[in-house]
């Protein structure tokens, strides 16, 4: 059973930045970013393939988050910048022990891993 921990969430003003980090019990193929705002799904933000380092985005957070590793450790982050009121929402971390194909990082159930999330606030 793999565990996730994030940390890093928060408050911030619009336009403000933040870093959400996740740390595994074990080494994972395909890590990820979802969130889930006040009444509404929860949604794909990010992926990132370990093998070849592809990154995938939704369309929402492209060009103003970047999903990154750590070299050395089980750990993925999230770079949030550029943040709006609409960014707002618990930010869960997910992972799968393999290697997701382009048509799959996006669909929750393909992740069996998730951690507890984190809350990002954005105010206006």
């Known amino acids: 059973q793999v565990e996730l921990v994030e940390s890093g969430g928060g408050l911030v003003q619009a336009g403000g930045s933040l870093r959400l980090s996740c740390a595994a019990s074990e080494r994972i193929g395909t890590m990820a970013w979802f969130r889930q705002a006040p009444g509404k799904q929860r949604e794909f933000v990010a992926t990132?393939?370990?093998?070849?380092?592809?990154?995938f985005y939704a369309e929402s957070v492209e060009g103003r988050f970047v999903i990154s590793r750590d070299n050395t450790e089980n750990k993925w982050y999230l770079q949030m910048d550029s943040l709006k009121p609409e960014d707002t929402a618990r930010y869960y971390c997910?992972?799968?022990?393999?290697?997701?194909?382009?048509?799959?990082?996006?669909?929750?159930?393909?992740?069996?891993?998730w951690g507890q999330g984190t809350e990002v606030t954005v105010s206006s």
């Open positions: 990132l393939r370990r093998s070849g380092g592809s990154t």
């Open positions: 997910a992972a799968a022990v393999n290697r997701l194909i382009n048509t799959a990082v996006a669909m929750q159930h393909m992740y069996p891993y």
